[in-house]
């Protein structure tokens, strides 16, 4: 139990600290790297909870796609750091100004926070005892049968971010070959193969 205690706040404390540097490196290469050191640390806290299927899909997903794509982004755009500080403190003011009002925001938050009395009803509903079912099947269960709209909905929305990704990306230019999808599956067997007699040592 002391053992757990202490990588519990070993890996917060490092999580926490990583998270800060995230935002306080001044080279955004090191941010990524921070932002996996985050990752990992997360994923331990998540075996600790007993988690593992949860620390492996951010293991795979978040380190090995996400924040690998990050860091291939950040360093194949060769983006010029000291342009962008240039004009750092032209933007200043209205940069004070967004956070004055999250500032205010917040504390208008805390100030009038209070429990409501039904909150306890609405909490979610408890997964099963991790002695009936592992975790793996316990998020199956609650993800496809409690909340299986907000799965598709959720679902929907990134596909249409895809969609608008694409749309917003694409460029026709003339003379660029592309694939025509209807045409090749509308054509023929005998458009689509041609048959040579190739003589033994004549090229085509």
């Known amino acids: ?97 967004i956070g004055f009002i999250l500032l205010l925001e917040l504390l208008l938050v805390v100030g009038v926070w209070a429990i409501a009395p039904e909150a306890a009803s609405l909490v979610a509903a408890p997964t099963p005892a991790m002695t009936e079912v592992t975790n793996t099947e316990a998020i199956g269960r609650i993800l496809y049968t409690d909340y299986v709209y907000y799965f598709q909905a959720s679902g929907m929305i990134l596909l249409i971010a895809m969609i608008g990704a694409i749309v917003l990306t694409l460029r026709h230019k003339p003379g660029v070959k592309r694939q025509n999808i209807a045409a090749q599956v509308a054509r023929t067997r005998e458009q689509a193969v041609e048959l040579k007699n190739v003589k033994p040592g004549q090229g085509i």
């Open 1 to 97: 139990m002391i053992v757990a205690t202490i990588a519990f706040y070993v890996f917060a404390g490092i999580a926490v600290a990583s998270a800060a540097m995230v935002i306080a490196a001044r080279n955004p290469v090191h941010s990524v790297l921070f932002l996996i050191l985050v990752f990992f640390n997360a994923a331990g806290l998540f075996v600790l909870m007993g988690a593992e299927f949860l620390a492996m899909i951010l293991v795979i997903v978040y380190v090995g796609a996400v924040a690998v794509l990050f860091l291939f982004v950040v360093m194949m755009l060769d983006v010029d750091f000291a342009e962008l500080r240039e004009g750092f403190l032209q933007y200043m003011p209205f940069g004070a100004l």
